[in-house]
């Protein structure tokens, strides 16, 4: 079936630094999203995208996330600066239709130091 | 507020056997309802999905799940489980913003 790929598939930095996830989204779906997922909890939605823009985002999307997907290509999670909380395995999916079924990639997972 | 809980973190059973993993969801408005796995170093992958018709979904793979309203249930059911489906499975419920909110998550474990 369609697939969507996380590059890289672990990340490791030292906290202050800046982190780039990059996901290939199955390649004619319009919709993105993120989740943040912390070791041992449950997988949290942080942020949606359509059309270049941010749909809707939680709480947990804090003002040092952002997200991009430049001219089709990757759909990407920027954290500027890191923080020691942000050690998670981030989950990218993509969907053709709102609400229709999102597809996963197999998770970043990011330590923080 | 939207929320899925699933009270068993952990099932064991024996090959060949059938499984129930349980799943309870909490939301105001017609639910659209998930169940996905996960095995190791993959992404997740939908099993079924409810939107709406049927309470008795089927699925890949030979699961099946019923959706209740008035439980605020959507049970996953194998009527006889292999080795290979040992894996994590969630249940998940999008909302009217399409986000979706996930279970913990349930490990299954398959003797063989």
């Known amino acids: 079936g369609p697939k969507v790929l996380q590059i890289p598939s672990h990340q490791i930095i030292d906290m202050g630094q800046m982190v780039t996830l990059n996901c290939d989204p199955v390649?004619?779906?319009?919709?993105f999203y993120w989740y943040k997922q912390i070791l041992g909890q449950q997988m949290e939605f942080l942020v949606n995208f359509y059309n270049g823009k941010v749909m809707e985002k939680s709480k947990l999307f804090k003002d040092q996330f952002s997200v991009e997907r430049p001219d089709g290509s990757y759909f990407t999670l920027k954290i500027q600066p890191t923080a020691l909380e942000d050690s998670a395995v981030y989950f990218c999916?993509?969907?053709?239709?709102?609400?229709?079924?999102?597809?996963f990639g197999p998770g970043t997972r990011l330590t923080v130091l | 507020a939207q929320s899925v809980t699933q009270p068993d973190a952990r099932v064991t059973v024996s090959e060949g056997a059938s499984l129930q993993l349980r799943c309870k969801y909490s939301?105001?408005?017609?639910?659209?309802l998930f169940w996905y796995v996960q095995y190791p170093r993959q992404g997740l992958q939908m099993l079924l999905k409810y939107y709406s018709g049927d309470p008795v979904v089927q699925g890949v793979n030979g699961f099946e799940a019923e959706f209740s309203k008035s439980d605020s249930s959507f049970h996953l059911r194998k009527a006889s489980v292999h080795w290979s489906d040992s894996a994590v499975y969630f249940c998940a419920v999008s909302a009217d913003n399409n986000r979706i909110f996930f279970g913990d998550g349930t490990q299954l474990v398959v003797k063989p």
């Open positions: 390649s004619n779906h319009l919709y």
């Open positions: 939301y105001s408005a017609t639910p659209y």
């Open positions: 999916a993509s969907s053709f239709h709102w609400r229709a079924e999102q597809f």
